[in-house]
């Protein structure tokens, strides 16, 4: 059976696919894959971008391995079985007042498949989400049933490890007491959001901005934590609903589609959707504000650089963008994120800002590479380090110079999975063989 992204970006033809019920089974396909020579590659919700879940061997979809395995209150820790699906978690904490701390843009995810790659959404004291691990159960490569802590040296390459180093079976994640927020979003020049991106980000819990290539619209959004028993406030349902989803889904996409097939159209299209969102200020439980339905289908890159370089990053991407010619109808994201100790985590080390690109998934594919490209060139010369679930072009040479830590990750992988019962096409370009 042929097996797709959500992006589109990758499709493969897995020899089989098992969809194991417990810890024994997963341990048995790892077993079995091994002593046949062939390989295994977990699957989550494939909203990767990146050839992180592609296989030609065995896929193992965890669906079947999903909810709350435990709860230790007093430490506000919570174990979820791998394939739990982020959209199922708040229900399964707001018995016990819990929450994650920090999410990214949407809820589709399983837990293991977002923190393998280093999902993660915006907010200067806050990482991303691997980071929120304390401890996990995987299956590594020999078939050995393992469970790493925080402490362990390997945690700080298992809470980000790209399925490289073993099949995740639960993750315990270190919660916070439930709150809300207050989201203010503001349309304004991109000059504005660009200049003030470091003092905003500062400044904001979570702090973010959109800008629409062709036009001086930008979009920008600061959330405020807030307790939980904060009312819920702000645009009633229909306005929530034309701005969620009739201009940011609906009308986009056929904006995007217009775009597509008239691509000299797109500046005067970018002129509309620049000026369609407005501002609004709303409050609501964290999971309702952080996160977002997206059901315009888009390919995506994104690169984490030092934070203090998105200003000038920014404007280096405007000017190209112009001289260039590219026809982009999809905004630029900018986001930001804490240093973490992860190995191998795009905020290894440094406080980061994250810029995003993405292009509607019917645009001319020469195109979108080339705009990509571009992109990429700029953000590679900042020591950018790309997204692991998202397109990029670089490989293992340039990973060890941008992840100081690259080396001790690979040894631990060459103790996980010594047969590399893991590898796939994205791991062996990313990672070495
Ligand atoms: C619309 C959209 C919005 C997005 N928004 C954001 C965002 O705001 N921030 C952000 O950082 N990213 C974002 N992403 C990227 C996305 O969060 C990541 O690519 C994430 O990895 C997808 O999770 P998944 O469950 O689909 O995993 P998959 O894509 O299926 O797999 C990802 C990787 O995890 C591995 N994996 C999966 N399960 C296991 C397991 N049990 N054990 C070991 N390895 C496993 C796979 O082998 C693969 O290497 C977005 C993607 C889309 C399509």
Not at 20 to 34: K, L, N, S, Y
Not at 83 to 101: C, F, K, N, Q, V
Not at 222 to 229: M, V, Y
Not at 299 to 328: K, N, T
Request: net charge negative; glycine share 10%; charged share 25%.
């Amino acid at each position: 059976m042929t097996w797709r992204n959500w992006g589109g970006t990758e499709v493969c033809a897995p020899a089989a696919t098992m969809r194991p019920t417990t810890v024994d089974e997963v341990a048995a396909i790892v077993r079995q894959a091994a002593d046949d020579g062939t390989t295994v590659k977990a699957v989550g919700s494939g909203h990767s971008f990146s050839g992180a879940a592609v296989t030609s061997g065995v896929h193992v979809d965890l669906s079947a391995l999903r909810g709350l395995t435990g709860v230790d209150a007093d430490a506000r820790t919570v174990s979820l079985a791998a394939g739990t699906r982020l959209h199922e978690i708040p229900d399964l904490l707001s018995p016990h007042d819990l929450a994650m701390a920090n999410l990214g843009d949407i809820d589709r995810q399983t837990i293991a498949g977002a923190t393998s790659t280093g999902t993660h959404g915006t907010g200067l004291a806050f990482g991303g989400i691997s980071t929120q691990i304390v401890g996990a159960t995987l299956v590594t490569g020999t078939g050995d049933v393992v469970r790493v802590s925080s402490g362990d040296v390997e945690s700080d390459a298992i809470a980000l490890g790209v399925g490289a180093l073993g099949i995740l079976t639960d993750i315990t994640l270190r919660c916070v007491p439930a709150f809300g927020l207050r989201a203010v979003e503001t349309s304004g020049s991109a000059d504005d959001a660009i200049d003030g991106f470091l003092d905003r980000v500062a400044m904001h819990d979570h702090h973010e901005f959109y800008w629409f290539p062709h036009t001086d619209c930008a979009l920008q959004k600061a959330n405020t934590r807030l307790d939980a028993d904060v009312a819920p406030h702000g645009p009633g349902r229909i306005r929530r609903y034309v701005d969620d989803e009739l201009l940011s889904n609906k009308v986009f996409r056929v904006l995007c589609e217009v775009g597509a097939r008239v691509p000299w159209a797109v500046p005067g299209i970018a002129q509309v959707s620049g000026r369609a969102l407005s501002g609004r200020t709303f409050t609501d439980s964290s999971t309702r504000v952080f996160v977002s339905s997206r059901t315009v289908r888009f390919h995506e890159m994104e690169y984490a650089i030092p934070l203090e370089s998105v200003p000038d990053a920014m404007r280096e991407i405007r000017g190209m963008i112009d001289r260039r010619r590219h026809r982009v109808s999809f905004p630029v994201e900018v986001r930001a994120a804490a240093a973490d100790g992860l190995m191998i985590s795009t905020a290894a080390g440094r406080d980061t800002g994250y810029i995003a690109v993405h292009r509607y998934h019917r645009d001319d594919p020469t195109d979108s590479a080339a705009y990509f490209r571009d992109v990429e060139e700029i953000l590679t010369a900042y020591d950018g380090r790309p997204h692991w679930g998202k397109m990029h072009t670089r490989d293992a040479d340039h990973l060890r110079a941008v992840y100081p830590r690259f080396d001790e990750f690979l040894a631990i992988r060459n103790r996980f999975d010594p047969g590399r019962v893991f590898a796939n096409p994205y791991l062996t370009r990313t990672l070495g063989a």
